[in-house]
């Protein structure tokens, strides 16, 4: 039995809660799927993850043929069309998303299952992808169901993998794809699959990309230095049915990327700055288990391990995280109830050594574990109501070396004393569990067939987690740390009658306590809670689908800025000659505030695709992206006596024109023809740093442009 099959034997009230709750607007719409079609791209075996109300129509799917159409390549792409996500940078592995204006540092990221967890360097993304092997991504935009996972205080983003039964056509028993790809601004790309059933039961997927990317230009022609790179990726994936209700998937993944890169990579490079060589590197396996024994055991397991590093060359500097764990879920079907309740387990191991001008080994280990249960009640035919509850536990353990590194004959080892013994100073230091629970309520209302008006309210909770590998070993302990709670607001309206479509969604998002780790001069690295992060925003979304074409316009504004906090500035006033200023309405500054979020413009998105023929197929996106100004920067650098006043930077606006054309020659062959950023836009994405270059002294930090006009063809043959 295939994992199709599998899927069948779900009870009506869970396919039901999958359907009702499914958002057609997000991209399923324009590729004119219905959102029976839609629920079941996202159900994987079960329906569990795919059941939601709160944030329910803000909840986005993308789809492998979004990918393709734009021929997607890096995170950017991946997101490229999706209001309440913004992903800056032309260098993939310095992007890092944004979420409503939040990092994703604090959203729960996995790759079928697997988090993708804390920072190997701040100035690096967290996330690496190849879009070649995604079968859905899905986007829980604010934090959401007792289900989310852990740390899902922002929301959460789940990419899953393709397996041989995806990619296999009815009735075939083996298969394959290879594909080359060209694009003008600079580079290259192949990759070759091969799939297919070793037996009935068991399909096997093995795939091999490769990326080549020279430095890219940007629309006004001048080069982007320090954005050629090269990935690699290889990934074999293994499925088989156990039993006739039993299925068991095995994945590997490992990724590299490497190249020379500024001393701060998300940092737009000189032509006369130097760079540095760089090697990142991600390893993932995963396990994932589903057992359909009756309505009241519909078990999914999911075990995984996930090693990733980043090595560079300035500081002889190296570091690596390794991520074990698992989440372990039931759904029980009760009547009119569907009840689903588990276990999830994370454990953390962060290490980071440099040889030279910050010698030492540093370490850090976090543990935290979480239970969960969430109710979907079909009240009526009209009214569906959830509430579920969660509780998180963290714990985390430091410690940190200072040493004396000898290198003989090529080797680096710790200077001994006269015994033999390594000479270190060490600084540990425990983190008391943080705890606590947390609770969401929610409901979908449909007013008629066609109109459905949903209201949701959830908490989460948060505690410390493993530091940023690059400043680990700067970190000093706060006895006084509390764990981050978020409280998420959200109302949503959607009409749809299969042609027209319209939906609204309004949300008020407060993490309390929220965390960042403030730089303190002499007193190092210095994890506290600063203060509340607010989000509040309004989502809307209106189509048309005809039997051929669909147009899709989205619109989106967000705030994000941090309230109830406090400053120690210099005051001549005072006789200590400092005093604490209490701020609120303060606007989040990328540079400033690394790893909460970025004040982000609002923006129009247009999408219109036209299938011409059965065979050929057209269409283009729009997206405007209004301009953000005065944003108040260096709060801490005064604190800091860097700075003697608050300064201003701006995010101009911008408009990036995409088109595309897809040829299917015949079942074998498909031929595609993308322009991305057609009309040639010199623009920084609100994503990215922002420009400080007009302030003495920081003339060097500004994000890295977007690239200019690329255009993509690519040739595919399946067989």
Do not use: C
């Amino acid at each position: 039995m295939t994992a199709s099959h599998l899927t069948t034997k779900l009870s009506p009230l869970a396919l039901a809660i999958s359907l009702t709750l499914t958002s057609v607007s997000s991209y399923g719409y324009a590729d004119s799927k219905t959102s029976k079609e839609i629920a079941e791209v996202t159900t994987d075996k079960t329906a569990i993850e795919s059941i939601a109300v709160v944030g329910a129509t803000t909840n986005t799917l993308i789809t492998p043929e979004d990918l393709e159409k734009y021929q997607a390549k890096d995170l950017a792409d991946i997101f490229r069309f999706t209001p309440s996500v913004t992903v800056g940078g032309s260098l993939g592995v310095a992007q890092k998303i944004y979420v409503r204006g939040l990092e994703d540092t604090i959203l729960n990221v996995t790759v079928d299952g697997a988090p993708q967890t804390s920072s190997l360097f701040h100035h690096i993304g967290r996330v690496s992808l190849e879009p070649e092997l995604l079968k859905s991504v899905e986007v829980q935009s604010g934090a959401g169901e007792a289900t989310a996972g852990i740390g899902a205080i922002g929301g959460a983003i789940r990419f899953k993998t393709n397996d041989a039964d995806d990619l296999l056509k009815n009735g075939q028993q083996f298969g394959g794809s290879v594909k080359a790809s060209y694009f003008s601004n600079d580079g290259h790309k192949e990759s070759i699959a091969l799939y297919g059933k070793v037996t009935d039961s068991v399909g096997v997927l093995a795939s091999y990309v490769n990326v080549s990317n020279d430095n890219k230009e940007d629309g006004s022609g001048d080069e982007i230095y320090g954005t050629a790179a090269d990935q690699t990726l290889a990934f074999i994936k293994v499925n088989a049915e156990l039993t006739d209700n039993q299925n068991l998937t095995f994945s590997y993944e490992k990724r590299d990327e490497n190249g020379a890169f500024a001393k701060n990579s998300n940092w737009a490079a000189g032509v006369d700055e130097p760079l540095y060589n760089s090697w990142g590197e991600r390893e993932t396996i995963v396990l994932n288990h589903a057992w359909y024994l009756n309505d009241f055991v519909n078990l999914e397991t999911t075990i995984y391990n996930t090693e990733s590093s980043f090595k560079r060359e300035l500081f002889t500097w190296d570091a690596s995280i390794k991520t074990v764990g698992f989440d372990i879920r039931n759904t029980s079907d009760l009547g009119d109830h569907s009840v689903t309740y588990g276990i999830e387990h994370k454990n953390d191991e962060v290490h980071a050594q440099s040889y030279e001008d910050f010698a030492g080994l540093y370490d850090e280990e976090g543990k935290v574990t979480a239970f969960y249960a969430q109710d979907h009640w079909q009240v009526n035919d009209d009214l569906l109501v959830s509430f579920g509850v969660r509780h998180d536990s963290y714990k985390l353990d430091h410690e940190a070396q200072d040493v004396i590194w000898v290198k003989t004959d090529g080797v680096w080892d710790i200077e001994k004393d006269a015994n033999g013994t390594p000479i270190t100073s060490s600084n540990a230091f425990k983190i008391d569990k943080q705890d606590g629970v947390s609770v969401n309520a929610g409901f979908v209302y449909n007013i008629t067939d066609e109109l459905k008006f949903s209201a949701g309210y959830a908490q989460a909770l948060r505690g410390r987690q493993i530091a940023d590998a690059f400043t680990l070993g700067e970190v000093t302990h706060n006895e006084n740390l509390e764990p981050e709670e978020v409280v998420n607001n959200e109302l949503g309206l959607q009409y749809n009658d299969g042609t027209f479509i319209f939906e609204v969604s309004a949300y008020l998002s407060t993490i309390n306590d929220v965390v960042f780790d403030d730089f303190k001069g002499s007193e190092g690295v210095f994890y506290e809670n600063i203060g509340d992060l607010e989000t509040k925003g309004i989502e809307i979304v209106a189509g048309y689908q005809a039997e051929n074409f669909d147009v899709l316009i989205s619109y989106n504004t967000n705030d994000v800025e941090l309230n109830n906090t406090s400053f120690v500035w210099p005051d001549a006033a005072d006789a200590s000659g400092f005093s604490t200023v209490a701020l609120d309405n303060i606007d989040l500054s990328g540079y400033e505030y690394n790893g909460l979020g970025t004040p982000v413009g609002d923006s129009i998105n247009i999408s219109f695709n036209y299938d011409v023929t059965n065979d050929l197929s057209m269409g283009f996106n729009f997206n405007y992206v209004d301009s953000v100004n005065d944003i108040d920067v260096f709060y801490r650098s005064i604190e800091l006596g860097w700075v003697d006043e608050l300064e201003t930077v701006d995010k101009p606006s911008y408009q990036v024109f995409d088109a595309f054309v897809r040829y299917e020659l015949n079942d074998n062959v498909k031929m595609g023809l993308t322009i991305q950023n057609l009309f040639n836009e010199t623009y920084l994405n609100h994503g990215s740093v922002a420009d400080y270059g007009h302030i003495e002294g920081y003339e060097t930090i500004v994000g890295i442009n977007e690239a200019g006009r690329d255009i993509r063809l690519s040739v595919s043959y399946t067989f």
